[in-house]
């Protein structure tokens, strides 16, 4: 009913005004903007552990490079499923007939991420690989001055001795000059640790005196960008609607953290997450009777080991470590961590799969030796060590501390007294690479299907900064000269022998390769499983 005094109906030029502006409300609705969301639905990623940070060249666990390689991309790539390097940042490249001239022509037309605190002045070129490669290269570099930084696994490789120079050659096109030649240089750039930022926003961020930002508030030119990151909780991505590659299909990437393997596997099956990080041996069985799930599988290039701190006694002495490896049931261990048999004991530092792998080698259960080794080195009584339990679960090592303690059994069998340790994942990490462990659980995924990738990283003396881990001057000759041959043949001979050196000296413990098994909802599109199990959701979307 009207009320006294007022009109029954709007005047006609108050109706007018509402009816113009709920046309051009309607138009603003309809009209795409330019920044118009990907259609589609949301995916959500249930992952084993958080990100340690997002600048790719200071990280190099598989948690930290599932999340940045949405984020960030390198000159190559590798195919999805594969080992083959395909284009990506660079469109074409060459390399000179002794493997030491590396010359890339960059792709055009492709953009920064443009976020709320960053819009670029212009598309990506030459001064962005400059940029980033110079911070592996240089530790005078402007930007390492204002933040030094630990690049792990450019350091690990012994980049920045390699590379003799690194040019410019115009806008686009950029050469490595090494000084040696190496065969295995080229897979480098399709690596996570290789994802290119931007010149223009780090030097924003210099002049800002924020250069922590850089590994904060991402910038890269990948299908996701960042949007907002809750530690040990959430990591929000949203897609990137001006990606060279064309339309994304999937607005949001949800990065859900759930440590605990069974939290994921319920998450999985109540639709919270629609992939989730690859399941233990024990969940496979319920998640493939589930016709909403797919169990995408693959004979991983995986490995998991214990290392040795080499620098303190008495982890220091060849014939300790060998005693503690071959006091170690092996058996016993895979039938309680791995009851469906899906892993294969490991006898070397990488896969059965990779060419050079020398299938002489046998691992031995032989605790009556392993007593009279310690007796020799001088502990006929034992002694302590510490035992440090992996914190998350890998398909390699489904259940650190069960292993820790079924070895701690097997140990005190020859009167070595393990006392357990563990720590947060990202403090484990920390304290690992300061050498405060005696042994530790540890592991590596390969993606370019080269023993190289095996060994240069984590075995090389490059590698051996804090003067804890392996550094063994016949083995570094052998890698070093497999590196700059070209003939496959003499390449995995060269392998062979240095597969023997390890052997011999053990600085690991070799434990399990593992069939991996990730678990993704049906109603998931295009996704594919890599041969070292990360994820990528470029080319995915949902139904």
Partial sequence: MPCPGLPASPAPRLRAGILGLLAALGSLLTAAPAHAEAPGKPIVYCSEASP??????LWDSTSTNNAVRQLFQGLLGFERGGTALVPRL????????????????LRRGVKFHHRTWFTPSREFNADDVLF?????????HPFNRALPGNFIYPNNLGLAKLVLKLEKLDEHTVRFTL??????????????????????????????????????????????????????DVLRLEANPDYWAGPVRTPKLIFAMAREPNVRVQKLLAGECQVSSPARDIDVPVLAKRADIQLLQVQALNISYLSFNLARAP??????????????????????????????PAVSAFPPAIPGFDRSLRNTYDPARA???????????????????????????????????????????????????????GEYLKRANKGEHDVYMSGWSGESGDADEFLTPNLSCAANRSGVKFCNAEFERLIDTARATPDAARRAALYVEAQRIFHRERPW?????????????????????????GVEFEKVWRE
């Fill in 132 to 140: 980033t490669f110079g911070r592996f290269l240089d530790p005078a």
């Fill in 90 to 105: 660079a469109e074409r490249w060459t390399v000179s007939p002794d493997a030491r001239v590396f010359t890339f022509e």
């Fill in 179 to 232: 000084r040696e030649p190496n065969v295995v240089f080229l897979s480098w750039f399709a690596m996570p640790f290789a994802g290119l930022h931007s010149a223009e926003y780090a030097q924003q961020l210099l002049q800002r005196g924020e250069p922590h930002r850089l590994n904060s508030a991402p910038i890269g030119t990948g299908p996701f960008a960042f949007r907002r990151y809750d530690k040990d």
């Fill in 371 to 425: 007593r009279r080794l310690l007796a020799e080195a001088g502990y006929p009584d034992g002694f302590a060590l510490d035992l440090w339990a992996l914190p998350i679960a890998r398909p390699t090592n489904p259940n650190g501390l069960l292993l820790a303690q079924m070895i701690q059994q097997d140990w005190a069998r020859i009167g070595v007294r393990a006392h357990i340790k563990t720590y947060e994942w």
């Fill in 52 to 57: 340690e940070g997002f600048d790719p060249g």
């Fill in 509 to 533: 413990i070799p434990f399990a390769h593992s069939t991996l098994y990730l678990p993704v909802r049906a109603d998931v599109k295009g996704f594919v499983i890599n041969p070292n199990g």
């Fill in 315 to 344: 982890t220091n002495v060849r014939a300790v470590r060998e005693a503690l490896d071959i006091a170690i049931d092996r058996p016993a261990l895979f039938k309680v961590l791995f009851p469906r048999g899906d892993a294969t």
